[in-house]
């Protein structure tokens, strides 16, 4: 097939889990001896024209000086391209823009879309743009072909509200080893004595209810918040936690090997998302054999299962925190029991999951299976109206 990727800034990854997505899965189908294209930002700081046998296609991009407005011009603009090239499918990840243009949809090609999560529910947007985001979902509905959802809750909730059918392809990851112990001394913690989150800073994500819990506990570890505190939000929280000396915001970290030991080696990681489908970020801390404790929604226990533990509210965070510190079971380096502690456990059954579910290889062979399977019943229906 010829394939085009469209919806992302490009690859290689420089930015987020769409990115990711689009990394991985062009290579491999390409691999796999289709064509693929992927439309990059021309922002993005890698400018050739090819990457690992996969085609770019850099588009203006004005989001630098238009801000969200520039996002709408850029999906249009890597659209307006994809008229031209007669692509056997179009792949693409996320509506949010991208939908508003629809009805420009090259008819001869099949389009599958990626709905991403509940866009209109994440309360940092304001109530005109959560109407438009909700409004843009239903466009994207209306004018694409085939649906792909990325959680079993977005699946049903595809289904229940517009009628319509999508295809269950998670996201990847990589299991992480040769973790360097040596890396946490910047952060000045050490193995098992402290706790870790690691988020956008968005109300969704309850960062605040997480912080909360853990000020009110009694441990004596510290609590390492990993992301950018630059925004409004993300201020709020400095200020209001900022006086625990227990609570440490480290900002943003990019080094993938820096954030694998941390992960790795904390005594619990905190998963506070709440909005969307499979979170790359959850993936990863299965993969870096963390400890997760997840706030409770359908999303994180379609992943999860029973390989974790919970929380709903601040209260339940400061019981959890405090567990982990009394209960030998849970303790990072406690004496292994004959049948392995409940730690080992959910750790264990979390790293399976990664090998034989959420692996790249076989994401890449769910997507290529479905965009075959999307491909050909179009050619049928074709053959069928001549």
Known sequence: MKIAIIGTRGIPNHYGGFEQLAEHLSVRLYEKGHAVTVYNSHRHPYRESGWRGVQLIHCKDPEAKLGTAGQFIYDLN?????????????????????????????????????????????????????????YAEGLAIRY?????????????????????????????????????????????????????????????????????GFRDSHSAKKLLIIGNTGNAFGQYLVKKFGGDKRIVFAGAIYDAKKIHALKAFSSLYFHGHSVGGTNPSLLEAMASRALIAAHDNPFNKAILGPDALYFSSHREVSVLVEQIDRDESFREGAPKKETGSDRERMIGNNLEKIREHFNWGKIADQYEQYLLASYRERSVKASEGR
């Open 144 to 212: 694409c072909d085939r649906y792909i959802a990325d959680s079993p809750a977005i699946r049903d909730y595809l289904k229940e509200k517009y009628g319509v059918d999508s295809e269950y392809i998670a996201y990847g990851a990589e299991l992480f080893t040769g973790e360097e112990e040596g890396l946490l001394q910047a952060f000045k913690v050490e193995k098992g004595d402290y706790c870790m989150l690691m988020a956008r800073m968005e109300p969704e994500n309850n960062i605040e209810m997480i912080a909360e």
């Open 78 to 134: 890597c659209l307006l391209d994809a008229r031209k090239r007669k692509f056997d499918v179009i792949l693409a990840l996320g509506y949010t823009s991208f939908s508003l243009w629809g009805r420009l949809l090259p008819r001869d090609s099949v389009t599958v879309i990626n709905m991403d999560g509940l866009e209109w529910k994440r309360t940092k947007y304001s109530k005109p743009v959560r109407r438009f985001l909700r």
